[in-house]
C-alpha cells in the first residue's frame, strides 16, 4: 500500500475544501483567531483592573471600567462560542458532502476479484473507520487540523510575550515541550502496529452483526440454539480489541504522567522566578499578566503535542482511505471497446484457467467451449466443480488467470466493462432484492416505463400478482423502509427476476440456479417460460437437476474444473458416461415429481 505524506494527505483533504467549501477554512481560521486572542484580552483586562487598583482609581470609575471590560469579553466569548459551535457542524458537512459518494462509488464499482478479496476487506474496514467517525480519520483530520492551528498561533504569540520577559524561561518551556512531543510520537508509532489488529476485529463484529440482523438466518440461530456461539465470537473479538486498546491507551497514559510531570516542574521554576521578579520590583499586574502567559504556554504546547498525534494518526487513516480508492481493475491494453451497438453476443473460452487469490489449486483448468449467439447451453456438475466462476468470467466479472475469454471475438480483457453489462441479465441462486417498489426491483431504477412493465410481468406470469396489490407496481418489497411491504414466495420471486430480464432485453442471459429452492413442478414451470421467453439470446443456465437441462441447445459437463462431456442430453445419455450415470441417480426423483420415467434413448416418457 502506497504511503502519501502528510503534506500529500494536507492537499488531498484541503484542496477540495478549498474549492467547494472556502467559507470552512475561512471560519476555521475565524475561529482560531478568536481562540487565541479573547484569552489574551481576558489576561489583559484583569491586569488592567488590578493595575487600575495599584493606582488608587475612584470606585465610580473602578466600575465602570470593569462593566465595560466584561462587556468587551462576553462580546467576543459570543463570538467565539459561535464559531466553534459552527465549526463542528462544517466538519460532519465537509467529510459527508465531498469524500463519502466516492467511497461509496468504490463500492459499487470495485471489481469482484478485489471485493472477495479478504486483504481488501480489511482495507474496506480501514477505510470505513476513516469515513464514518467524527473524532477519527477524515473529519477528525479536519478537527485536530484546527486545534493544532489554534494551538501553534497560541505559541507563536505567547512566546513572543513570555520572550519579551526572558528567553530562558522561553528557552526552557521549549526544550520540556520537545520531550513530551517525542514521547506523544511513540504512541503514535505503535498505533500503526495495532491497527491491522483492530480492523480485523471490526471485520469480525460486523459480520456477525450482519447474519443477526438476517432474517432468514434467525430461523437457524434460534432453532439450533446458536445465541450463546454468536454473543461468545462477539465477546472473543470485542475482548481482543480491548486489548488491543488497552496497550495502546497504557501508553497514552505514560505519555500523560510524563507531561503532567514535566509541568509540575515547570510550574515550579516559573513560579519561583515570578516571586523573585515580584519581590525585585515588579508590579502586581505585570506578575498576574505574566503568570496567566506562562500557563498559557504550557497549555499551547500540550495541545501542540496531542493535536500533532492525533493528526499523525488521521493522516494514516486517510492512506488506508486513499488506498482503498486507488485500487485500480486490470485495464486494456489500448482502447476499451464499447459493447453497445453489439445486439448479438458469442462467447468463447479458449483454454480458460482460474485460481482463486490465495487459493493452492486452480478452479478452472484448461476449460474451452464455445457459446454461439441465441444458444442455449446448460453447465452442469457437482458442487464445487466451477461452475459459479465460469458464470463470473463469462460476465466480465473475473479475467482468467490464463487463456482467453472472447465476446465477439473481443477478448474480456479489453472490453468497456460497462457497455458489455449493459448487454447482459444475471439470475443468480441469491436473487438481488432492495426494499423498494416491484417497478423500481424490475426495470433497477427509479424511473421506468411503465406499459413496458405490464408487457414483461404479462409475459412472466406475474401481472395478476401485481394488479391485486393494493400499490401494485408501487407496492415495496420488505418493511425495511415502508411498514406495509410484502414478501414473495420463491415461485413469485423468479417471475419477477425474469420480468427483470425481459424488461432489459439483454442479449447475454445466465442463470446460476435460479430455481434451486423451487420444488421440480414450479421449477419446471418456470423453465418453460424461459425456453419460450429468451429464445434468440444467448443464454447460459447452471442446474442440479438435469432433467431441466433437456431444453437447451448443448449440454456442458463440468468435473473438477475441466469440462468433460458436451452434447445435446440424448447424445450424452446415449454415450452413457458421466452424465448419464448422474441422470440415472436423479431419475427417480423426477419420476416421483410427475415428470415421467427415462425411455432408453434418453428422452422423457
Known amino acids: 500500500m502506497k504511503q502519501h505524506s502528510i503534506w500529500s494527505n494536507y492537499r488531498y483533504t484541503y484542496g477540495p475544501l478549498w474549492q467547494k467549501k472556502k467559507k470552512i477554512v475561512l471560519s476555521t481560521i475565524a475561529e482560531a483567531v478568536f481562540y487565541v486572542f479573547v484569552p489574551i484580552v481576558g489576561m489583559m483586562t484583569t491586569s488592567m483592573i488590578i493595575g487600575s487598583l495599584e493606582q488608587g482609581i475612584s470606585m465610580s470609575k473602578l466600575v465602570l471600567l470593569v462593566l465595560a471590560a466584561f462587556a468587551v469579553c462576553g462580546v467576543l466569548n459570543i463570538a467565539k462560542g459561535y464559531l466553534e459551535a459552527r ?11 465531498l469524500f463519502i459518494m466516492d467511497q461509496i462509488e468504490k463500492d459499487l464499482t470495485v471489481s469482484m476479484e478485489q471485493y472477495e478479496d479478504e486483504e481488501i476487506h480489511k482495507l474496506k474496514e480501514k477505510s470505513d473507520n476513516c469515513l464514518w467517525a467524527n473524532f477519527f480519520g477524515l473529519e477528525g483530520f479536519f478537527r485536530h487540523n484546527s486545534d493544532l ?54 471485520m469480525t463484529m460486523h459480520y456477525i452483526n450482519r447474519e443477526v440482523d438476517d432474517i432468514q438466518g434467525g430461523k437457524d440461530i434460534r432453532i439450533f440454539g446458536l445465541e450463546s456461539w454468536i454473543i461468545g465470537k462477539f465477546d472473543a473479538a470485542i475482548r481482543r480489541c480491548r486489548q488491543l486498546h488497552f496497550r495502546w491507551d497504557m501508553r497514552s497514559y505514560g505519555s500523560n504522567i510524563l507531561d503532567t510531570v514535566l509541568d509540575a516542574v515547570r510550574d515550579v521554576i516559573c513560579y519561583l522566578y515570578l516571586i523573585l521578579q515580584l519581590a525585585g520590583g515588579m508590579r502586581l499586574s505585570e506578575f498576574v499578566f505574566y503568570l496567566g502567559l506562562i500557563a498559557g504556554f504550557s497549555n499551547w504546547i500540550g495541545m ?41 453476443i458469442e462467447i468463447e473460452f479458449d483454454h480458460v484457467s482460474y485460481r482463486y487469490c490465495g487459493a493452492e489449486a486452480e478452479t478452472l483448468r484448461d476449460v474451452s467451449f464455445r457459446l454461439a449467439a441465441g444458444e442455449k447451453i446448460a ?29 465477439n ?58 394488479r391485486s396489490l393494493a400499490g401494485q407496481l408501487d407496492t415495496h418489497l420488505g418493511k425495511d423502509i415502508v411498514p ?37 413442478l414450479a421449477e419446471t414451470e418456470i423453465y418453460e417460460k424461459y425456453q419460450t421467453l429468451l429464445r434468440g439470446k444467448s443464454v447460459l443456465f447452471i442446474s442440479h437437476r438435469l432433467a431441466s437441462t433437456r431444453f437447451c441447445d448443448r449440454i456442458i459437463l463440468l468435473s ?4 468433460v462431456e458436451q452434447g445435446t442430453h440424448e447424445q450424452l445419455m446415449r454415450k452413457q458416461g458421466a452424465y448419464h450415470e448422474m441422470f440415472q441417480v436423479q431419475s427417480r426423483y423426477y419420476q416421483d415429481a410427475g415428470q415421467g420415467a427415462e425411455k432408453p434413448d434418453g428422452s422423457i416418457s
Open 87 to 97: 465549526g463542528d457542524g462544517q466538519y460532519i458537512e465537509a467529510r459527508t458532502e
Open 149 to 202: 492551528l489554534k494551538s501553534v498561533l497560541g505559541l507563536v504569540v505567547y512566546a513572543l510575550l513570555v520572550g519579551s520577559m526572558n528567553w530562558k524561561i522561553l528557552a526552557m518551556l521549549t526544550a520540556m515541550s520537545a520531550v513530551s512531543a517525542a514521547a506523544a510520537y511513540g504512541v503514535t508509532r505503535y498505533y500503526q502496529k495495532i491497527k491491522d489488529p483492530v480492523a480485523e476485529q471490526q
Open 304 to 344: 501542540i503535542s496531542k493535536s500533532v498525534v492525533a493528526v499523525r494518526q488521521d493522516s494514516d487513516s486517510i492512506n488506508d482511505l486513499r488506498a482503498y480508492l486507488d485500487l485500480e481493475e486490470e485495464k486494456p491494453s489500448g482502447e476499451a471497446v464499447d459493447c453497445s451497438a453489439w445486439t448479438d
Open 379 to 407: 453447465l452442469v456438475g457437482v458442487n464445487g466443480a466451477g461452475k459459479t466462476t465460469i458464470v463470473k468470467l463469462m460476465a466480465g466479472l473475473y479475467l482468467p488467470t490464463s487463456g482467453t475469454v472472447y465476446v
Open 409 to 466: 471475438g473481443v477478448s474480456t480483457r479489453d472490453l468497456d466493462r460497462k457497455s458489455y453489462f449493459a448487454k447482459q441479465a444475471a439470475i443468480f441462486q441469491e436473487p438481488f432484492q432492495t426494499s423498494y417498489s416491484i417497478g423500481e426491483n424490475i426495470a433497477l431504477a427509479e424511473t421506468y416505463d411503465r406499459e413496458k412493465m405490464w408487457k414483461v410481468l404479462a409475459q412472466a406470469g406475474f401481472d395478476q400478482k401485481v
Open 484 to 520: 406495509d411491504g410484502i414478501g414473495l414466495s420463491g415461485g413469485e420471486q423468479q417471475k419477477l427476476l425474469l420480468a427483470r430480464a425481459l424488461y432489459r432485453d439483454a442479449s447475454l442471459v445466465m442463470l446460476d440456479e435460479p430455481t434451486a429452492a423451487l420444488d421440480a
Open 560 to 563: 473438477e474444473g475441466c469440462v
